[in-house]
């Protein structure tokens, strides 16, 4: 006697919920805390003297340990040492749309860093971009204490 058995598969929808969060360590904290006061803190290493910005606990160059000691206030501007624009955007299923206008982002050195930054542009069109331009920082309205504080860098007034 042979018998026979089918499965069937049924499908069961089931809520996933996945928070996660982790330690930005405490240069890094002190950082995005600081942008609520529009304040951009960097951290100098004592032993070589090369300033990062964010900040981090570890020269990159010299292994010196970096503290809070070694943190030091920045400047919102700067120099724009390279950029490229964006024209599409993840669209969220694993392609891409058009933007509705371009995305432009700058490689920025601040006054008295010596690491780069990779931010939005704003205020400026594509082709008025040029490599050397001053650049400067733009505040969202009401600072919270976020990364999203800086909103983007727009070209310096001289
Ligand atoms: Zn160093």
């Known amino acids: 006697m042979?018998?026979?058995?089918?499965?069937v598969l049924t499908k069961v929808p089931v809520p996933l919920v996945a928070g996660f969060q982790w330690s930005v360590g405490e240069l890094m904290e002190k950082f995005i805390k600081a942008l609520a006061d529009r304040k951009i803190w960097g951290v100098k290493c004592p032993e070589c003297g090369y300033v990062y910005v964010p900040p981090r606990w570890r020269c990159g160059k010299c292994y010196a340990k970096l503290g809070e000691e070694n943190l030091t206030e920045l400047s919102g501007k700067g120099i724009l040492l390279s950029y490229a624009?964006?024209?599409?955007?993840?669209?969220?299923?694993?392609?891409?749309k058009d933007l509705s206008e371009p995305k432009p982002i700058g490689a920025i050195k601040l006054e008295g860093a010596d690491s780069t930054l990779f931010m939005p542009l704003g205020e400026v069109k594509p082709e008025e971009l040029k490599e050397g331009m001053k650049v400067e920082v733009v505040w969202r309205e009401e600072p919270k204490g976020e990364l999203a504080d800086i909103k983007y860098f727009k070209p310096a007034k001289r």
């Open 2 to 7: 042979s018998s026979q058995s089918e499965i």
């Open 85 to 96: 624009t964006a024209y599409v955007e993840l669209d969220g299923a694993g392609s891409f």
